[in-house]
T-cell receptor, first 114, second 114 residues
Framework: GDSVTQMEGPVTLSEEAFLTINCTYTATGYPSLFWYVQYPGEGLQLLLKATKADDKGSNKGFEATYRKETTSFHLEKGSVQVSDSAVYFCALSDRYTNAGKSTFGDGTTLTVKP | EAQVTQNPRYLITVTGKKLTVTCSQNMNHEYMSWYRQDPGLGLRQIYYSMNVEVTDKGDVPEGYKVSRKEKRNFPLILESPSPNQTSLYFC?????????????FGEGSRLTVL
């Protein structure tokens, strides 16, 4: 079945450092890929998404590119802030081959220190 | 305001005492789903529903029931809770499953079964 593997955490960075959180996936079809963020005490919310190969999703300074050849969707940010401290989830969803089932990675906890 | 509302947010109960966690969305979404979040295991799908009267099992459905009698509501029922169902539960909804299917999450319900 489908699966998502995320870089293990936790990740601790200093403010203004460069962030990469790795995400690779296995899917039988052509999934859409997502990054969700969970701030402390809150539910998940969409950070960015990409629906086909070579698409780049971006939001709030974060970016991720859908790489079909490497089955990856790595999350990057050039300069992190303390307010970016959260748990980040990579996810996929394939309406056509696995309709209704979204698959999530285990989540990566990011802590940014001033 | 567009939102997914879960109740209760926090609950402590005892083994075997039936409980229901309600979920309601005001965005007219066809798709709704329940997840549980456990440390080290990420987010796992319990049940989902593509529309009224249509429900299907996710990855971890054992011990849970759901119903979808109205489009806006998708309650999660634990007929006889056990300690291994102690977890953080999230309800989510979407216009579409899969492609372009951004999930909107509730704030979560933390359940403890003694």
């Amino acid at each position: 079945g489908d699966s998502v593997t995320q870089m293990e955490g936790p990740v601790t960075l200093s403010e203004e450092a460069f962030l990469t959180i790795n995400c690779t996936y296995t899917a039988t079809g052509y999934p859409s890929l997502f990054w969700y963020v969970q701030y402390p005490g809150e539910g998940l919310q969409l950070l960015l998404k990409a629906t086909k190969a070579d698409d780049k999703g971006s939001n709030k300074g974060f970016e991720a590119t859908y790489r079909k050849e490497t089955t990856s969707f790595h999350l990057e940010k050039g300069s992190v802030q303390v307010s970016d401290s959260a748990v980040y989830f990579c996810a996929l969803s394939d309406r056509y081959t696995n309709a209704g089932k979204s698959t999530f990675g285990d989540g990566t906890t990011l802590t940014v220190k001033p | 305001e567009a939102q997914v509302t879960q109740n209760p947010r926090y609950l402590i109960t005892v083994t075997g005492k039936k409980l229901t966690v309600t979920c309601s969305q005001n965005m007219n979404h066809e798709y709704m789903s329940w997840y549980r979040q456990d440390p080290g295991l990420g987010l796992r799908q319990i049940y989902y529903s593509m529309n009224v009267e249509v429900t299907d099992k996710g990855d971890v459905p054992e011990g849970y029931k759901v119903s979808r009698k109205e489009k806006r509501n998708f309650p999660l029922i634990l007929e006889s809770p056990s300690p291994n169902q102690t977890s953080l539960y999230f309800c989510a909804s979407s216009w579409l499953a899969g492609e372009n299917g951004e999930l909107f999450f509730g704030e979560g319900s933390r359940l403890t079964v003694l």
